[in-house]
Structures are given as structure tokens and as C-alpha cells.
């Protein structure tokens, strides 16, 4: 059974860089037939994906962070990572990590961390 | 952006009543229309994918529909365990987009 559990410093001062990781337990990212994921959600509010990229390093974001987003792999470890440059307070959100799985081209978020809540606080 | 737009924000129900809630795409997304369930401090849960397909170990009551870019989740016997958030999700091209939510209550 594959698990992902997302992993970062802590919180974050408004201009500094979010980072996370996301480890993969139970299989690997190098095998995977599918995008992994950055999916947030602020307190009491709806989902935004955030990015995806694949095992290969090819990446796609949502322009709605104006370019302040970077998504890594390393397949070595079996982790993915999100950057999150000049964080605001409005950046403050339960991050979750996803893999998407795929049944013929209709894609799904199957499997997601538990969250890690991010606070942007001075 | 492919805008999802979700109705209604809130509902409320009682055991037993059926419920539907409705999500728009602002342009055609031939199908490519997920469900998730996400109870208070959870994770989202995936219950439809590809419009009408029931995802593995989703009770048949919960069931979904595609009429151009109208979908539908509908739960034909609400149970108690229902009572919960539910969201839509594009995924015919990126970046994917949710509907805001609607949260079922028990009235």
C-alpha cells in the first residue's frame, strides 16, 4: 500500500520560502504511471491544486502563484518537494501531497498525505 | 482557468432523503469530472471519477451524472456517516480546479 506523508521546517515568515517534502512509502516514484501532486487548503476554505510533476522532472504549475512555485523530484530518495517563494499570510494553508492514479485518460487524485499545516506568521 | 462553480454551498438533510448537488464547468469537459468526500480534519476522499465511475469500495447510493457541463453527485439514501463536504474536481486539462464545496448538514 503506497503512502505519502509530507514533512517541512515549520512556520514560515511573510517574504521567506515555503518548503516541503513529500516522501513515498510502499512503492516507487520512479514507476509510477502518474503525476504527483501539491494540493492546498486554507482553514474552513476549498481545495487549490497547487502543481504536479512526474518522475521524469516535467512540471506544471498553477498560474494563479505567479511563477512563486517550484516542484522537485528525487527518485533516490523517493520524495517530491514544493518551493513557495515570498509567502504571505495568505499562503498559510494545510498542504497535502497526492499521487494521481489513472484508469484509460480519465486521471484522479488516489492517495494523499495526511497534511502538514504551514502558518505564515511574523 | 476552466472555472468549476458548485451548488449549493450548504445543504441540509435528514437520514433517509436523497440529495443532489450540482457542479458547472465553464467549458466542456468531456467527462473528465472527479468527486471527493472530506470530513472536519480529514483528507479528501475520492468517491466518482470520470464523471459516473464509483471508485472501489464506494457504497452504491452515492452515484454520478454528465449532461454537457452539468454534473451531478447524488446520494440516494443519505446515510449518517454522509454528513460532510463534498467537492468536484476537473481534470481535462490543468491547471485542475475544485468547486468551492458544499457542505451537507444533518437538519
Known amino acids: 500500500q503506497v503512502q505519502l506523508q509530507e514533512s517541512g521546517p515549520g512556520p514560515v515568515k511573510p517574504s521567506q520560502t515555503l518548503s516541503l517534502t513529500c516522501t513515498v512509502s510502499?512503492?516507487?516514484?520512479?514507476?509510477?504511471?502518474?503525476?504527483l501532486n501539491w494540493i492546498r487548503q486554507p482553514a474552513g476554505k476549498g481545495l487549490e491544486w497547487i502543481g504536479r510533476i512526474y518522475a521524469d522532472g516535467s512540471a506544471n504549475y498553477n498560474p494563479s502563484l505567479k511563477g512563486r512555485v517550484a516542484i522537485s523530484v528525487d527518485t533516490s530518495k523517493n520524495q517530491f518537494s514544493l518551493k513557495l517563494d515570498s509567502v504571505t499570510a495568505a499562503d498559510t494553508a494545510v498542504y497535502y501531497c497526492?499521487?494521481?492514479?489513472?484508469?484509460?485518460?480519465?486521471?484522479?487524485?488516489?492517495?494523499w498525505g495526511p497534511g502538514t499545516l504551514v502558518t505564515v506568521s511574523s | 482557468d476552466i472555472q468549476m462553480t458548485q451548488s449549493p454551498s450548504s445543504l441540509s438533510a435528514s437520514v433517509g432523503d436523497r440529495v443532489t448537488i450540482t457542479c458547472r464547468a465553464s467549458?466542456?469537459?468531456?467527462?473528465?469530472l472527479n468527486w471527493y468526500q472530506q470530513k472536519p480534519g480529514r483528507v479528501p476522499n475520492l468517491l466518482i471519477f470520470a464523471a459516473s465511475t464509483l471508485h472501489s469500495g464506494v457504497p452504491s447510493r452515492f452515484s454520478g451524472s454528465e449532461s454537457g457541463t452539468d454534473f451531478t453527485l447524488t446520494i440516494s439514501s443519505l446515510q449518517p456517516e454522509d454528513f460532510a463536504t463534498y467537492y468536484c474536481q476537473q481534470s481535462y486539462d490543468v491547471p485542475y480546479t475544485f468547486g468551492q464545496g458544499t457542505k451537507l448538514e444533518i437538519k
Open positions: 497526492a499521487n494521481a492514479a489513472r484508469s484509460g485518460t480519465y486521471s484522479y487524485f488516489h492517495q
Open positions: 467549458q466542456p469537459i468531456s467527462g473528465y
Open positions: 510502499g512503492g516507487s516514484i520512479s514507476t509510477t504511471c502518474c503525476y
